[in-house]
């Protein structure tokens, strides 16, 4: 794998395929679970003793909506952009619409993807916390639990890398494919049989890029509220705060849109690459 090229066109892809930035938004977003905690959470922290207020339901229901809306759209754009970054490495046109429509076919895969390394990542992290949890239950005190957690948490490292890579992995085969889910988790696994040391420089180019491209974001994030630092100095903290979001929202929207697209194309350019080999 020639992990240079592989991030070189990646990065030219992000920039100059702007149409798959909406699925790069949604990718970089993460799924719409934080939607619906904020929500419930306003609904659960209602204390009053009267009756709950019909509003109180109507913003429950519309925060249920929302998350689960961005839900889809978070698993179908996995897919879109999958097969978006085929498309393009293959010189083809990436019309939104019918990456869309191949992001809504493999949306269940992605999910029972995602829910499968979820899993099995959930149940590695209870192992790990376990000597504390029983310390805790034996005595009250969690500091021989402690000493034990800290080198299990260790050891557990590689394996909670190559699952976050097995998944990667596997959703691209569930896309460009066209497997199940367990057949693609199967072939991911055959995958990586051998491979170890290019995935873990793939795990490495995606942490540094995104750390670097997050401190580059910073940097005229602090530019941009320079005028506004001025605003609130002369105007006000109202004023200032509304020429803040005029400047920064946009660049945050856009940010993340390439930001997701970057790190969905390096995956999918590097497996594409090692299937031509």
Do not use: C, Y
């Not at 679970?33 to 509003?55: D, F, S, V």
């Not at 696994?189 to 750390?211: P, Q």
């Not at 630092?229 to 940010?255: D, E, K, T, Y």
């Not at 697209?261 to 590097?270: E, F, K, P, Q």
Request: net charge positive; hydrophobic share 60%.
């Amino acid at each position: 794998m020639n992990l240079s090229s592989v991030i070189r066109r990646s990065v030219d892809l992000s920039l100059h395929r702007r149409s798959l930035w909406l699925f790069g938004f949604f990718v970089a977003g993460g799924g719409g679970g934080a939607a619906l905690n904020a929500q419930t959470g306003t609904a659960g922290g209602h204390g009053g003793g009267g009756p709950i207020p019909l509003w109180v339901f109507a913003l429950i229901a519309v925060g249920v909506v929302l998350a689960l809306a961005s839900l889809v759209m978070h698993l179908a754009s996995e897919g879109a952009l999958i097969d978006g970054v085929r498309r393009a490495n293959a010189g083809e046109p990436t019309p939104v619409r019918e990456e869309m429509r191949a992001g809504l076919h493999s949306a269940t895969r992605i999910l029972g993807i995602k829910a499968a390394a979820f899993a099995a990542m959930l149940a590695a992290a209870l192992v790990v916390a376990s000597p504390v949890a029983l310390s805790l239950l034996r005595n009250g005190t969690p500091w021989l639990g402690l000493a034990l957690t800290v080198p299990l948490a260790i050891l557990f490292v590689p394996f909670f890398l190559s699952m976050r890579a097995l998944q990667l992995i596997a959703m691209r085969e569930a896309v460009l494919s066209g497997l199940g889910v367990r057949d693609a988790l199967a072939k991911a696994f055959e995958f990586l049989h051998g491979r170890i040391a290019d995935v873990l420089w793939l795990l490495v180019a995606e942490g540094v890029g995104t750390f670097a491209g997050n401190l580059a974001a910073g940097v005229v994030a602090v530019v941009l509220l320079l005028p506004a630092a001025l605003v609130w100095w002369l105007a006000g903290v109202v004023p200032a705060a509304i020429l803040a979001g005029i400047l920064l929202v946009p660049v945050a929207l856009v940010w993340a849109a390439a930001l997701g697209t970057w790190r969905s194309s390096l995956w999918t350019l590097a497996l594409l690459d090692e299937r031509s080999a």
